[in-house]
């Protein structure tokens, strides 16, 4: 089936409108590790909190490289011929660097931002520096993304 490339930007675009995706890790042995998780894309980074102790943070700790996936499936194509069958999807991988952030100030302003997309416009009690202690916010820096898209065929005349 034809596949689309993305450009980047498009790519960017995709990333920072959806919510979802898979952080993939690796541990001190080399054993890859992928959690899913919410996030939000700002000022070009991706944002995540978590829980102040995990297997995930301890893999970035020891090795700070992540790949991040985001994707989606948009409908399945079934055929009489199995070997025909496919899925039309998106999908954008993004290789960088994750890092814990330990400044209150800067985990304060980010935990805001998360709130602010996920509560869509609700009122919600804002973060405060009191607040910051029980999790933890990572912020990974892109330094690679591509994606691409799975595509129906042109139409036959």
């Not at 001190?28 to 919410?38: H, R, S």
């Not at 991706?46 to 991040?68: P, Q, T, W």
Request: net charge neutral; glycine share 6%.
């Amino acid at each position: 089936m034809p596949k689309k490339w993305l450009t980047e930007t498009e790519a960017r675009e995709y990333l920072a409108a959806r919510n979802e995706g898979r952080l993939a890790t690796v541990d001190p042995d080399g054993q890859p590790y992928i959690t899913p998780l919410n996030y939000i894309v700002h000022d070009g980074k991706i944002y995540f909190h978590c829980a102040v102790k995990g297997h995930k943070l301890d893999n970035i700790a020891a090795e700070s490289r992540v790949c991040f996936e985001v994707s989606h499936t948009e409908k399945s194509v079934f055929t009489a011929k199995t070997c025909n069958c496919s899925t039309r999807y998106i999908s954008v991988l993004v290789f960088g660097k994750a890092r814990l952030i330990e400044d209150k100030d800067e985990k304060v302003r980010i935990l805001n931002a998360v709130s602010d997309y996920f509560a869509a416009g609700r009122p919600y009690q804002p973060v405060d520096a009191s607040g910051v202690n029980g999790c933890s916010v990572v912020e990974i820096s892109i330094e690679k993304i591509s994606g691409k898209r799975n595509v129906d065929p042109p139409a036959a005349n």
